[in-house]
């Protein structure tokens, strides 16, 4: 097994697409994979599967990182032998609604800079001060292309991707003199159930976005994630943007036929 066997790694957001993959994704390395979501339900069955790819060891947690109370209070509550991250991937995230800012439902709003954001910096809090006391650690947060290029209609979405961007980039410079290593992610058009919570069930109209395009799947993105997690101490991997080949950005796709 390679540098990431035994290693503990935390997940969130891991009951389906990128966050799935990735925890899958790390089992299949030997590292000891902690999994949580708002999803208990679909953890269960992710708990054998990840056991079977290979994991050293699983646990499993119902979390809602937007709430900050509970990510405090469950983090802290982790079991000993879970306190020790050393590898944080920062998954949850969502999207809601696809509408001008002048007509949207500030609910929308609430929900995604509650998630992409206070979130992320909640469990980001919980977490490092961890990394920084044993001297390693790595936090690998889920950005987008969107954070780089607005496009109609998703300008909150995307301003919550241009956060994550400045909050990756300003915790490496924070953790600078220390060991611990921050990486973002940032892809394109992955096809998992992001634009069926965008428009709330509307499976329909979410099958469109994904029309005549080959997207990214899940596993490309994990496989990404794992490969700037096993890269030596020294080495940091700052950004890794990654698009299908049908798009060049956020509003310029290559539609087959």
């Given at each position: 097994m390679g540098y990431l066997s035994g290693k503990t790694v935390l997940v969130t957001g891991a009951s389906s697409g990128i966050g799935r993959a990735t925890a899958i994704a790390f089992a299949r390395e030997g590292a000891r994979v902690a999994v949580c979501a708002r999803r208990e339900d679909r953890l269960k069955d992710l708990e054998t599967e990840l056991t079977e790819a290979g994991a050293a060891g699983v646990h499993t947690f119902s979390l809602d990182v937007s709430q900050r109370s509970a990510v405090e209070q469950t983090l802290k509550a982790l079991p000993e032998e879970w306190r020790a991250i050393d590898v944080l991937v920062n998954n949850a995230g969502l999207s809601r609604g696809l509408m001008k800012v002048y007509e949207d439902d500030p609910q929308n709003w609430e929900e995604m800079i509650d998630t992409n954001v206070k979130g992320l910096l909640y469990v980001t809090r919980a977490i490092v001060p961890g990394?920084?006391?044993?001297?390693?650690?790595?936090?690998?947060?889920?950005?987008?292309?969107?954070?780089?290029?607005?496009?109609?209609?998703?300008?909150?979405?995307?301003?919550?991707?241009?956060a994550e961007k400045a909050i990756s980039e300003g915790l490496k410079i924070d953790l600078m003199g220390t060991a611990v290593r921050v990486t973002s992610i940032d892809p394109g058009m992955v096809e998992t159930e992001f634009s069926e919570i965008r428009f709330r069930g509307d499976k329909e109209r979410a099958a469109k976005v994904y029309q005549n395009i080959t997207p990214l799947k899940p596993e490309d993105v994990a496989d990404a994630i794992v490969w700037a997690a096993s890269r030596p101490p020294h080495v940091n991997i700052h950004t890794v943007v990654m698009t299908t080949i049908d798009q060049a950005n956020s509003v310029v796709f290559h539609r087959h036929g």
């Open positions: 990394m920084v006391e044993r001297g390693s650690g790595h936090v690998v947060n889920m950005g987008s292309t969107a954070g780089y290029m607005t496009y109609a209609n998703g300008a909150v979405y995307c301003a919550t991707k241009a």
